[in-house]
């Protein structure tokens, strides 16, 4: 018996199993199969997050100063990860960031914010199902002390003169 037709505007919330292939099965009929590195999950979860507002930098001091050796050294770019660990399954990706934050924002709210983004773009961008997002902050970013701290003086010289 002939399936009933559907309207335009009704949407079937369940598909019926013997019109609908599994999506294994539609991938594996186009003839080949997708993998996606860690490294470009990585990389859309660090765009996400550095896009949040309030977020400073990815990663904590000691391995941002790490990484732009490394990538002045190498010609490498693993700044555009840093502070970005992701564990990837077949299905599935689970994601840590760790970030510096601005001085004045919330930092439960920076958090929040940077979990739905990375969320969001790793689904929609990726494919995969992110199990979770896990987000340190290793530090809140004071812009005058910024200004101060790349100026050194001897020991015992003022700037008085």
């Known amino acids: 018996m002939p399936a009933a037709p559907v309207?335009?505007?009704?949407?079937?919330?369940?598909?019926?199993?013997?019109?609908?292939?599994?999506?294994?099965?539609?991938?594996?009929?186009a003839g080949g199969r997708t993998a996606i590195s860690e490294q470009a999950v990585a990389k859309v979860a660090a765009i996400a997050a550095r896009a949040v507002p309030g977020v400073h930098a990815l990663g904590s001091g000691g391995g941002r100063t790490l990484g732009a050796v490394r990538d002045a050294v190498a010609g490498s770019d693993s700044s555009?990860?840093?502070?970005?660990?992701?564990?990837?399954?077949?299905?599935?990706?689970?994601?840590?960031?760790?970030?510096?934050?601005?001085?004045?924002?919330?930092?439960?709210?920076?958090?929040?914010?940077v979990r739905q983004a990375v969320y969001t773009a790793v689904e929609n961008l990726v494919g995969l199902n992110v199990v979770e997002v896990n987000?340190?902050?290793?530090?809140?970013h004071i812009p005058d002390a910024a200004e101060n701290r790349g100026v050194k003086r001897p020991s015992g010289v003022t700037n008085q003169e």
């Open 80 to 113: 555009a990860t840093a502070g970005v660990h992701v564990e990837v399954g077949e299905t599935e990706a689970a994601v840590d960031i760790t970030l510096v934050a601005e001085y004045g924002v919330p930092l439960t709210g920076i958090a929040d914010s």
């Open 7 to 29: 309207s335009a505007g009704s949407v079937s919330a369940a598909p019926d199993a013997a019109s609908a292939p599994a999506p294994a099965a539609a991938s594996s009929a």
């Open 135 to 140: 987000v340190s902050i290793a530090d809140v």
